[in-house]
């Protein structure tokens, strides 16, 4: 890592990676203090005459950013939110129900989902991961 900003030597690290033999690609996501990498390893096409590409051409980043539950009690989702959806800055994801009060939960930039962590119905705590969001 580099002393620095270890921040930047952990995504050196990352990208420095070699993948097994065998196996077309792998992800990796790091979250910290709220702030989320992915990091995505492609071997491309597995055809010997294939050129290889430059390390850039490889690796895919991607700003994530984590939502959270703000309380504990039942989310319940504004919509059937589903993965590739656009969403912008402050649009409702969902409720918290609690002891009778709603808290709301928005998106806190424009972005897309692009994963559902919870089901609505379902039981939550809090600072329990509820979306993932691709930052744009």
Known sequence: MTEN??????LDDLLSLRLPEGLPGATIEVE???F????????????PAAPRRDRNDEVTMEKMQRVHATTVGIFNAARAWNAGDAVTRGVV?????????VAEIS???DGEIREVLVAGGAPVEYG??????ALR
């Open 32 to 34: 910290a203090d709220g």
């Open 107 to 109: 998106a806190p930039a």
């Open 36 to 47: 989320a990498v992915s990091v995505t390893r492609d071997r491309g096409s597995a055809s």
């Open 128 to 133: 329990q991961p509820l979306f993932v969001l």
């Open 5 to 10: 900003d270890p921040l930047l030597g952990l």
């Open 93 to 101: 994801l969902g409720g918290i129900q609690s002891l009778g009060h």
